[in-house]
DNA sequence: GTCTATACGCTGATAGAC
DNA sequence: GTCTATCAGCGTATAGAC
C-alpha cells in the first residue's frame, strides 16, 4: 500500500505551514531559519522550496490561509445572525475562544508585523475580515442599534476593548482564559464604565 | 573654535539612536543594517559600536529612553491631577497627542514584537508606564468613580479603544489625526454604545 | 516529486591606523 | 575616541542525483 506510505501533497503543505506557524509566533519570523522548519516538520529542505518557493512564500500562503480561515468565521456569522449587535458580540466570543484553543492562529494576526515579510503596503486591518467587521458596526449604527458616533470610533471602542484582551492574554499578563470576561466586555463596551453616580444635588 | 566642529558625546547618542529608531519603525528590526543606521546618522560604525556595543545594544538603549519617556509623562499626570478618572482621560489626550507629533515613538512602543530583539522574556505591557496606567483604573474603581468591574477587563475597555484607534492611526487606514476623536472615544468608553431605546412596551 | 550537499551574498562585528 | 577596511559566520536558495 504505497498510497499510505508516501502523504498527500496537502498534508506536506499542512505540515510545514503549521511548523511555521508555530516557530514564526514562538521566535518571530526573521529569528526562524528554514532549516528550522525543515526539522520541525520533518520534510526536506528541497520539499519546502518546492512547495512554496521561499521562505517569504512559506509566510505569505501561511497569511492568506488563515485570512480566509477567519474570514469564513465572520461570514457564517454575519450570514447566520441577523441584528448587527448579536453579530458583533457572537464575533468577539469566537475570537476570545479562538484565543483559548488555537492561540498561535490568532497570535500570528494580532501580534505580528506583517509587512516584515509581506512585500508591498498590504495591511492585515484593511483584509476583509477587519473590514467585514466595521461593516458590522456601520449597519448596526444605521439600524440604530448603536449610538450614532464616528464609524471607526465605535469600532475602535468596541473591538479595541476585545483585542486588547486578546493581546494581554497572548503575553500571558492576563492568566485567566479570557472567555471568563465575556460578558464583563460585553457589557462594559454596550452600557460603559462610569459609575452611576447619584444624580448630583447643588 | 574645536569644540563646535566635534559633536558632543551625548549628541552623537542621540543622532544614533533617532537614526534607528526611524530605520526600525519604517523598516523593522531585522530589516535594517548596522549600515543603514550608520548612514542616515552620518556618524562611523566604529562610534555606533563603540557608544553601544552591538546592534541589539542601540534598539535596548532606544527601548529604555522611550520608555523613561513615557513613565515621565504618566508621572507627571498622575502627580498633577487628582481624580484618576480625570488622570485617565488625560493620558488617552496626550497619547493621541503623541501619536500625531511623534509617531514613530509611539509606534515603537505599541507596534513592535519587542521579543525579536529584547533577550529574555521582557514584555513592553509588563513595564512601568504601562502597569501605572491600569494603576489609576485600579484607584478609579475603588473610590467609585468607575463601576466595580474586574480590574483587567476596565482596562482593556478604557485603554484599549484608545490604544485601537493609535494603531489604525499608525496603520494610515484612519485618515484624520485622532485627536479630533478624542471626545467621542472618551464618552464611548464611559458611557457606552447601545442607543437608548425608547422604553420597550410589550 | 523528493532529497542532500553546496554556493553565494549579506551582515554583525573586529582590528588596527590616526 | 573615531575612523575605514576586512573578516567570519550564517542563512537563503540552487544544483543535480535519485
Redesign the interface.
Known amino acids: 500500500m504505497p498510497f499510505l506510505t508516501k502523504n498527500a501533497p496537502e498534508q506536506i503543505d499542512m505540515k510545514i505551514m503549521t511548523s511555521a506557524l508555530n516557530l514564526f509566533v514562538e521566535n518571530?519570523?526573521?529569528?526562524v531559519t528554514v532549516h528550522d522548519i525543515q526539522k520541525r516538520s520533518g520534510v526536506s529542505i528541497g520539499a519546502i522550496y518546492h512547495h512554496f518557493g521561499s521562505k517569504e512564500g512559506v509566510a505569505t500562503k501561511l497569511f492568506n490561509h488563515i485570512i480566509n480561515e477567519l474570514e469564513q468565521l465572520i461570514s457564517t456569522i454575519t450570514e447566520t445572525i441577523e441584528s448587527p449587535s448579536e453579530q458583533c458580540k457572537e464575533i468577539i466570543k469566537k475570537l476570545f475562544e479562538y484565543t483559548e484553543s488555537k492561540p498561535n492562529i490568532i497570535a500570528f494576526v494580532f501580534?505580528?508585523?506583517h509587512?516584515?515579510f509581506l512585500s508591498g503596503d498590504y495591511?492585515v486591518?484593511?483584509s476583509s475580515p477587519f473590514i467585514k467587521m466595521r461593516e458590522v458596526i456601520a449597519k448596526g449604527i444605521e439600524c440604530?442599534?448603536?449610538?450614532?458616533?464616528?464609524k471607526?470610533?465605535?469600532?475602535?471602542?468596541?473591538?479595541?476593548?476585545?483585542?486588547?484582551?486578546i493581546?494581554?492574554r497572548l503575553?500571558?499578563?492576563?492568566e485567566k482564559p479570557i472567555t471568563e470576561?465575556y460578558d464583563?466586555?460585553i457589557?462594559?463596551?454596550?452600557?460603559?464604565?462610569?459609575?452611576?453616580t447619584p444624580a448630583e444635588v447643588s
Not at 518571530?28 to 529569528?31: A, E, F, I, P
Not at 471607526?152 to 484582551?165: E, K, L, N, P, V
Open positions: 518571530g519570523y526573521h529569528n501580534h505580528a508585523k509587512t516584515e495591511l486591518y484593511n440604530g442599534e448603536f449610538l450614532e458616533t464616528d471607526m470610533a465605535a469600532s475602535s471602542c468596541i473591538y479595541g476593548g476585545a483585542i486588547r484582551m493581546q494581554l503575553d500571558g499578563i492576563i470576561y464583563t466586555i457589557n462594559a463596551a454596550w452600557s460603559g464604565l462610569k459609575a452611576e
